[in-house]
């Protein structure tokens, strides 16, 4: 494979209470992992995508309600689709505790997420986030919640705190909705390779691998012309 010497920028569009989310982060990885033993490198950025803005912090019901009601399906098929998520979440190392989850709405955590990045942090406080909701049970949609988690990580909760409580980065969260929807995204995750290739889902880590492979070797083009 022929690489550049500077890395790839990768863009993910994604929320913090996405199932396909934290699997397609475990399949991206195993991907990252080969590329980079091949000789590439990879920079990645997590973008914020809310998938359901209109969530209340604390949402009345269970995940299955939250499903029903959002899908618009009955409680037995939102059970069917909770169990089968998390048996493809099983396969990739991931252990999904639907019982124990508080459905609430993102924005905080997408803001903190801006404020990791700004001190270095983000991709550790990804992983944070979502293991807190997926497999913990945390609050992500609280301030002080997420200031714990925020120290759990190395960064500072009283800053991380403040920052959440003044909105120092709901900008940065607009801004990136207002980026998913001119590139044309209508849900996550969606990976956006080199500003040119987009990637849409939890796809197998030998397509994300694919994927950086071509755009690599099509910088490198570009670069010897």
């Given amino acids: 494979m022929s690489t550049s010497t500077t890395p790839l920028s990768v863009q ?8 396909w989310c934290y699997i397609g982060k475990r399949k991206f990885e195993a991907a990252v992992a080969d590329f980079e033993a091949q000789g590439g490198a990879v920079d990645v950025v997590y973008r914020s995508f809310e998938l359901a803005p209109d969530t209340p912090v604390d949402f009345e019901g269970t995940p299955v309600d939250y499903l029903s009601q959002r899908k618009g399906v009955t409680p037995e098929q939102a059970q069917q689709m909770i169990a089968r998520v998390s048996g493809i979440a099983e396969s990739v190392g991931l252990e999904y505790h639907y019982d124990d989850i508080h459905q609430t709405n993102t924005v905080l955590a997408h ?13 550790e406080l990804k ?8 497999t913990e049970g945390r609050h992500i949609g609280k301030a002080d919640e997420l200031a714990e988690l925020a120290a759990e990580v190395g960064l500072d909760a009283d800053a991380a705190r403040e920052a959440l409580a003044e909105h120092t980065y709901l900008g940065d969260v607009k801004a990136d909705m207002a980026q998913a929807v001119a590139y044309g995204i209508q849900g996550v995750p969606f990976y ?7 990637i849409s889902g939890a796809q197998d880590p030998q397509m994300f691998l694919a994927a950086l492979t071509q755009a690599a070797e099509a910088r490198s083009g570009a670069e010897a012309r």
Avoid: M, N, T
């Fill in 192 to 198: 956006v390779v080199d500003e040119k290739y987009g």
């Fill in 127 to 134: 992983e944070r986030l979502l293991r807190a909701y997926f």
């Fill in 111 to 123: 803001e903190l997420l801006h404020f990791a990045k700004a001190h270095g942090k983000q991709l």
């Fill in 12 to 19: 993910i569009f994604s929320d913090v209470q996405c199932p």
